[in-house]
């Protein structure tokens, strides 16, 4: 039998290195499955619930292999459907590409069934790289440019294919006019700055005095040499949410979050500082930066595009963060005064003080703070952690320690709510030798993480470590919505869009063959978290948690001083 365009395409993305695709079935997409039970489900199709759900996992997968995500969805309402996990992965700078069906060519402007401009659609998401094979021709050059661009620019890219072009004989492009030919190779590279920008940024960090460092996740391949930095420099380092697993919070210097979820020690040392490192990282919200006036800066990034937008940077150093900071180390004069770092260090040790006893006040019925500090010393050290947004977002942030190998992620930028579950189950397909954990608010599992738990159920045998646990913080509320509310308002709450009904998550997970845990008193919540750690299935633990318990912001002192 000859090979479809379809036969190729799967063809193609095993060539890429491609092991799976996330996505769910339907007739625009016919052809791509039929070829798909053709080649032996390889890559393998990963079924999800939601074509929402299969975006979001193509990015977790891709966030924490280093690897390119795979999506693929139906015409109409499926190609819809992807959207918002595909702005979550432009958002957070992460490769995915999405493989999109769409109504026959001969049908294509008569307002046919599932019908729709799909390159309008796409034109903002995709912007890096869309386009629609309407030949077999132009199949190899539109794949591998798709491929190439998410990675070179790391964002999503599209490739759409109409249902009758998946069905045609391939063909490849001849040697002719107005054919593209293509390969696959793609090399390896790196980026750095200029001799003479790397000595101006020298200058700047050497002249400082009380040197604070922020990182993203732009670093996290730069570990060794960022703690070098900070070693020479006598620095501290806060990091962007987003680089919470670039560096070890062991390290007694590092001060962990920045930002409105961060940390009282982050907020002080910006405060406090006359010069600024940034490395990798993008972080916007600049009121948590020192003053305009008060530090000179320099920062490190790897995309041209959006270096020196955040501070009034006075060198910026374009190029990949371990490469330009193994350049910048030789040119860096040790700091003999080590008071700063010092202070930083107290000040480090002061807030996990305050830290545990928030922790340990009393709360009806459970302290939700608490059940992020119990979980931190019980993860091993190759734990793999996803947070979805919300009020969880800050107790992942203040309370989960991460040491070894630990990795963690959210949706940074675009904060949606609903990626932590599915973010998960794409962190077990990258490594499924490693154990995995979802911190989730009660109102994202209502959203969509529910449904995504079968999923997991479905999928979970196929994963060499069955551990996979879902920790949910029930509370009965869109509790950060509600802070919010309260902040901006003064409205204590407006029952009627915060108030959420009561579901047993547990009951849930056990009906789909999970192990599930329901927690309503503080001394049952550490073995809770033991009992799912060591389950020999996926495992949901609910936690019936206080929603009057606020997420307080870096700059008040919880004791009541400023």
Known sequence: MSQKVSDFLLARLRAWGVEQVFGCPGDGISGLLAAWERAGDLPRFIQSRH???????????????GRLGVCAATSGPGAIHLLNGLYDAKLDHVPVVAVVGQTHRSAMGGAYQQEVDLHSLFKDVACDYLETVNVPEQLPNVLDRAVRTAYARRSPTAVIIPGDVQDLDYAPPAHAFKMVPSSLDLSGWETVPSAESLHRAAEVLNSGERVAVLIGQGAAG???????????????VAKALLGKDALSDELPFVTGAVGLLGTRPSYEMMRDCDT?????????????????????????????????????????????????LRLLLPLLHRKERRDWQEGIVAGVRRWEETMARRAGAAAEPVNPEYVARALS????????????????????ARHIRMRGTMRGSLSGTLATMGSGVPYAIGAKFAHPGRP????????????????????AAKYHGRWEDPRLVIGVWNNHDISQATWELR?????????????????????????????????????????????????????????VTDPAVPPLPPDVDPAGGE
């Open 51 to 65: 074509e929402e759900m299969a975006a979001f996992e193509a990015v977790g997968y891709a966030k924490f292999s």
């Open 222 to 236: 730069a570990r060794a040499e960022t703690e070098e930095v900070a070693d020479v420099l006598g620095a501290g």
């Open 276 to 324: 600024l490192l940034t490395i990798g990282s993008n972080f916007p919200y600049t009121q948590f930066l020192p003053e305009y006036d008060q530090a000179r800066a320099v920062q490190i990034d790897v995309d041209p595009r959006l270096i020196g937008m955040r501070y009034p940077y006075e060198v910026n150093l374009t190029g990949d963060a371990r490469a330009t």
């Open 377 to 396: 010393p019980l993860l091993p050290e190759d734990a793999i952690l996803t947070s979805d947004s919300g009020s969880v977002a800050h107790w992942y």
């Open 436 to 455: 995995v954990v979802a911190l989730v608010g009660d109102g994202a599992m209502q959203m969509n993480g529910m449904t995504e738990l079968i999923t």
């Open 487 to 543: 902040a901006r308002s003064g409205s204590p709450q407006f029952l009627p869009s915060q108030q959420l009904p009561d579901v047993s998550y547990a009951a849930f997970g056990r009906s789909i063959g999970m192990t599930g845990i329901r927690v309503d008193r503080p001394e049952h919540v550490e073995g809770a978290w033991r009992q799912a750690l060591a389950a020999e299935v996926p495992a949901v633990v609910e936690f």
